[in-house]
């Protein structure tokens, strides 16, 4: 019963390249977020969307941008993949800023080459 | 925003034993505070929460306890097991706004 499903599981892109991790949830939850997990640093936000179209920075959007179209699909876009993005990437929905706690997807494990 | 300290960072205990991971907050406007448990290649899970309006919260072998004037909460894990070994994660919530997590504990339960 897979509720927030991330669409790759590992990748492996070279420097430069344009990187789209795709999240899509099946909950209607309004509130969508990627993080990246590092040994030591724990979970950071790099994005976060409370609606469609809108779109919030956390704390290490540097590097990154985020698409939210549908209300059911996040994407978070590398814009030139870098060695220091290699990393893992989660995402996770909520149903209200006031209500629920977080679901996260499987992860994505990107290597940036 | 918010600053979520956790403590340890790793922590192994012999199978029985209880385990207790700790974390701080900084804004005494922070009101839910969950706990999650991610395994070895699996997803972070929700484990436990409790809102600010409530003192301890036990599920079974799990347990978690809030004092608001110290800014800290706990995790309890009783009477260990091997499928308690994971990283465990707390983390913090403003009122309307996003969660703020600690940096994690990785539990080694020895049998």
Known sequence: ?113 | GENVEQHPSTLSVQEGDSAVIKCTYSDSASNYFPWYKQELGKRPQLIIDIRSNVGEKKDQRIAVTLNKTAKHFSLHITETQPEDSAVYFCAASLPGNQFYFGTGTSLTVIP
């Not at chain 1, 789209?20 to 950071?44: K, T």
């Not at chain 1, 920075?57 to 978070?76: A, C, H, N, T």
């Open chain 1, 1 to 113: 019963d897979v509720k927030v499903t991330q669409s790759s599981r590992y990748l492996v892109k070279r420097t430069g390249e344009k990187v789209f991790l795709e999240c899509v949830q099946d909950m209607d939850h309004e509130n969508m977020f990627w993080y990246r997990q590092d040994p030591g640093l724990g979970l950071r936000l790099i994005y976060f969307s409370y609606d469609v179209k809108m779109k919030e920075k956390g704390d290490i959007p540097e590097g990154y941008s985020v698409s939210r179209e549908k209300k059911e699909r996040f994407s978070l876009i590398l814009e030139s993949a870098s060695t220091n993005q290699t990393s893992m990437y989660l995402c996770a929905s909520s149903l209200r800023w006031d209500r629920g706690y977080y679901t996260f997807g499987s992860g994505t494990r990107l290597t940036v080459v």
